[in-house]
């Protein structure tokens, strides 16, 4: 017979309800280390981008994770049009960009 604990019957249940993926919860300590992609035009303020126009690209430090994640998320299918952020978006896992997002919400 196999006996299940709580804390696995739990975990097991949250892991169906959410196809599987956790990503909403993210890690800020491995959102850091993957900021180095985003630093170099969201990490300067008043920065414009020139591709594919010049294009005022927002600092992000202090947004909230959901609002993050929904852009990213949006920009990896196609919903936002931007061709440099759907590159990089369209690179992150779901996991990703909750970590990401976790990262830059505790940004001052």
């Known amino acids: 017979m196999i006996k299940f604990e709580l804390h696995q019957i739990v975990a097991a249940t949250a892991l169906m309800a959410t196809g599987g993926a ?3 919860d993210g890690d800020a300590r491995r959102g850091a280390e993957q900021a180095a992609m985003c630093i170099g035009c969201h990490g300067i303020e008043g920065y414009r981008a020139s591709f594919p126009q010049v294009y005022r690209v927002p ?28 590159a990089v ?19 001052p």
Do not use: C, N, V
Not at 60 to 86: E, F, K, W
Not at 89 to 107: C, M, N, V
């Open 59 to 86: 600092h992000i430090a202090g947004q909230g994770a959901p609002y993050l994640r929904a852009a990213l998320q949006a920009y990896r299918d196609g919903t936002r049009r931007h061709p440099t952020m759907r």
């Open 89 to 107: 978006a369209r690179s992150l896992s779901d996991q990703d960009i909750a970590d990401l997002a976790k990262f830059y919400e505790g940004q």
């Open 22 to 24: 956790f990503a909403q």
